[in-house]
């Protein structure tokens, strides 16, 4: 059974201090997605990360693949306010399924 | 068009209405999806459809009847539901069965659910 885990579920930061989500799953099939969501709205996309040793960067963020360890990162560079959203990763081929969520809060 | 259309926004139904919601995609891509998010909850798989065919039901309580009527559109036929059905209904669709594609899947702005 495809099982994704991510932690933290909550995370609050400080504007401009570092910090790493961690997302691990279950199964073989190495397609690993990172989403955004904020309060009310869908779901936007992050990243797609398709092979061992990916690395994607977007601006502050920037998420990667490791498949041997079934594990992915979505690293936050010197966080900003308009960060503050839950992140999700999700994992799967025709079955995506996602992570739990992290909460990610940044203020002042 | 790059996008995954959504209607209606918001639905308020009784518990013995009918009503169906609405998706349409015209990127071409081939898998559609829906899925369940309750508050505070990730999204949850429902169904998926590929080549227009049902590929995989998770298990969904048969008051919530999919149909896609041609590789553009997906639709969910509600009926009967519970209150404990309100949730965020969100569509999505990626370019193949695999989920392949540089974007993943793209997602639809949702239809918010409310069974009274």
């Known amino acids: 059974e495809l099982k994704v885990e991510q932690n933290p579920l909550f995370l609050s930061m400080q504007e401009g201090k570092n910090y790493t989500i961690y997302c691990n799953y279950s199964?073989?099939?190495?397609?690993l997605y990172w989403y955004r969501q904020d309060p009310g709205k869908s779901l936007e996309s992050l990243f797609v990360l398709l092979s061992n040793g990916a690395v994607k960067q977007e601006g502050r963020l920037m998420a990667s693949l490791d498949t041997k360890a079934r594990l992915s990162t979505l690293h936050i560079t010197a966080a900003v306010h308009d960060l503050s959203a839950t992140y999700f990763c999700?994992?799967?081929?025709?079955?995506?399924?996602f992570g739990a969520g992290t909460r990610l809060t940044v203020k002042p | 068009d790059t996008e995954v259309t959504q209607t209606p926004k918001h639905l308020v139904m009784g518990m013995t209405n009918k009503k169906s919601l609405k998706c349409e995609q015209h990127m071409g891509h081939r898998a559609m999806y829906w899925y369940k998010q309750k508050a505070k909850k990730p999204p949850e798989l429902m169904f998926v459809?590929?080549?227009?065919?049902?590929?995989i039901n998770e298990s969904v309580p048969s008051r919530f009847s999919p149909e896609c009527p041609n590789s553009s559109l997906l639709n969910l036929h509600l009926h009967a539901l519970q209150p404990e059905d309100s949730a965020l209904y969100l569509c999505a669709s990626s370019q193949d069965f695999s989920g392949q594609g540089i974007h993943g899947y793209t997602f639809g702005s949702g239809t918010r659910l409310t069974v009274v």
């Open positions: 999700a994992h799967g081929g025709n079955d995506m399924r």
């Open positions: 459809y590929s080549y227009e065919k049902l590929s």
């Open positions: 199964t073989t099939s190495d397609r």
